[in-house]
């Protein structure tokens, strides 16, 4: 199933839209945040008549299972060129997940430019590490995208963490889908935790909240992403992440507060 | 009028906070909106009985003038640790600001620890420049925070511009108020906007969204802090903060998402 066949959603009554968890997109059988975010970027979007989900945060509240869900849009305020909304999903009244949006359309922008900022230098997609679905680990979400990680970011899957919390790599959908704003809010969250490459007794890492800055389009082909974590204290982390066109325009920008667990 | 004074809520009904916003908090007439998102936070943490904003995240949709305003909270989820609301801002039912917070009490914060970032090097308060509130510019919330600006990033006063759009000093509340979570929420949007420094026609940089961690609490004295714009794209900037103790530990990061009008 396409991503944008994933986060489709259906007006169903005032502000009101259904749309279903697909199963496949989980890890270890909760949906991926992405995702789940994604499909409220859809609802806001269609609620809002704008196309583009400029800026949208979402906090965690319940793991998403496979199935029903509704979302409620609440629009707070509809301008010329921005509108913000709110939004709430919902299984069976169980809220999983809040999410707070201003969305535009992202053709339209235009403004001066400086950037202070380069991609991340990575090894052609061929000579990068696929990550490949599984049952278990990898988990069935990574059969949802194509991620090449970079070699040096790679080797946690056989043990050797880098010891820098840091994930690099390229993304793209599979079968050709194009990559829209509501795809780039999935491609923020569908590396494998920074932590992975930490030196430390962690295993997991909860989002409790995922802002995600569309702040560019998507051009055909593979995004050049990294992702990073610097203040790893308290029991909480930050993932800082970029997503960059193949022709060098940074078009995301993405932060994440994760719940820090400790392992066993 | 202390901070915590500025941003008192009072319940009126169910969910529902009365506040004033404060005179003298604004930037050309219009209340900074560090200062707003940190009174919706006020009626979070009351409204949901964890005491700090741990994840605040603002959505900005018309200036805040003095005066009376609402604050209706509505609560998504509240569990042990963390609880999650959302808030809308209101004067004379026009909204002025949406908010979405997950609360906690971070006295109980503890875990595993790795940072991999320095605090800003800073001269020492009395060697830098202090900014002091006039009723036109330097604006008059300047006289209810106090800054001190790094030499190098100071210069814009006069008209000299460092050409990076960062901007590095020192916060602290005048007559020694204790800082507490939510005057952390009004610091994170303190400073004199990072573009003032960037070579470019811009003015000013109304802000869109701003979200907040706050990952720790802070010690009595001077706070260090950074503000730094790295993607002036599209009509758009973002501006990444850092607020760190005097003793070393990062307690809060920032990141707004700012419109760039194109000036005259």
Known sequence: MSLHDATAVELIGPG??????????????NA???YLLAIAARAITDATGQPDP???????????????VTVDVDIARAGRRHATASAIMRADDRPLLVALATTTDLHTASGPERVDRAPPVLPAPPDCVAVVATDTFPPPFMGQVE??????????????RSGEPRMRGWFRLPHGEPIDAHALVVATDAFPPTVFNADLPVAWTPTVELTAHVRGLPTPGWLACAFRTRFIT???LEADGEIW???????????????????R
């Open 16 to 29: 009101r839209y259904r749309a279903t968890i697909a199963a496949g997109w989980d890890i270890a059988g």
């Open 32 to 34: 991926n945040g992405g």
């Open 54 to 68: 400029l800026t949208i945060t979402g906090h965690y509240l319940a793991p998403g299972r496979p199935g029903p």
């Open 147 to 160: 991620l090449r990680l970079h070699p040096d970011d790679a080797g946690f899957f056989e043990g050797r």
């Open 234 to 236: 308290g029991g909480y």
């Open 245 to 263: 066109n193949g022709d060098g325009h940074l078009i995301a920008q993405s932060r994440q507060l994760a719940l820090v667990p400790r392992s």
